[in-house]
């Protein structure tokens, strides 16, 4: 499987941008499918973009026309743009890529993530 290291999460005031980053290393074949899911504290993880191989969006109602995922496919990166964060944006990110794109448990892999705090 293979092994994500994500970067650039931190606090930002409301109205702000920040960019989070995904490097894949390891063992892995396709990458289908890679993207992010966050989780605020007392809620469940939620997917928030997904990019698949062919650079195939998409977003969560919540996060569309504010957040851009992309990927370098020859860096094995994902990147995650996220514009005109709102409070309700907190949350740790989490980057994830899916092997063949079966959305299958054993074929995905996750990054340690990274917090993401919007507040003034």
């Known amino acids: 499987q293979a092994q994500l290291a994500e970067s650039g999460g931190g606090l930002v005031q409301p109205g702000g941008s920040l960019r989070l980053s995904c490097a894949a290393s390891?063992?892995?074949?396709?990458?289908?499918?890679m993207g992010w899911y966050r989780q605020a504290p007392g809620k469940q993880r939620e997917l928030v973009a997904t990019?698949?191989?062919?650079?195939?969006?998409n977003y969560a109602h919540a996060v569309k026309g504010r957040f851009t995922v992309s990927r370098d496919t020859a860096k094995n990166t994902v990147y995650l743009q996220m514009n005109d964060l709102k409070p309700e944006d907190t949350a740790v990110y989490y980057c994830?890529?899916?092997?063949?794109?079966?959305?299958?448990?054993?074929?995905?892999?996750w990054g340690q993530g990274t917090q993401v705090t919007v507040s003034s």
């Open positions: 994830f890529s899916d092997e063949w794109g079966r959305e299958l448990l054993s074929d995905m892999s």
């Open positions: 390891g063992r892995f074949f396709r990458l289908a499918v």
């Open positions: 990019v698949t191989k062919d650079s195939i969006e």
